[in-house]
């Protein structure tokens, strides 16, 4: 499975993005499929997961900012992000696994989302 990232660039505090994670394959039988992001100098954190059965797995920090979601027929997977804050700069990345316990299984290439104060 290859996974593509897009939609990210540098925005002001306060505006939104939309992530997108485009798979090579259909998404449909994919287990879980969910954002991680990498700011400098951190290790890479869990955003959110979404598993094919709608359960879904926020990070605390994050909860009710960020939403995750998946469209099986275009298989791909979103991730919008609402009221951006500088820290939440990072390096944003698309994981999808075959179960809840094996969530990356495949990685996408990232891509950058940069917040200005």
């Known amino acids: 499975v290859q996974l593509v990232e897009s939609g990210g660039g540098l925005v002001q505090a306060g505006q939104s993005l939309r992530l997108s994670c485009a798979a090579s394959t259909s998404i449909f039988s994919i287990g879980v499929m969910g954002w991680y992001r990498q700011a400098p100098g951190k290790q890479r954190e869990l955003v959110a997961s979404l598993a094919k059965g709608g359960n879904t797995d926020y990070a605390d920090s994050l909860k009710g900012r960020f939403t995750i979601s998946r469209d099986n027929a275009k298989n791909t997977m979103f991730l919008q992000m609402n009221s951006l804050k500088p820290e939440d700069t990072a390096v944003y990345y698309c994981?999808?696994?075959?179960?809840?316990?094996?969530?990356?299984?495949?990685w996408g290439q990232g891509t950058q989302v940069t917040v200005s104060a």
């Open positions: 994981a999808a696994g075959s179960s809840w316990f094996r969530r990356t299984d495949y």
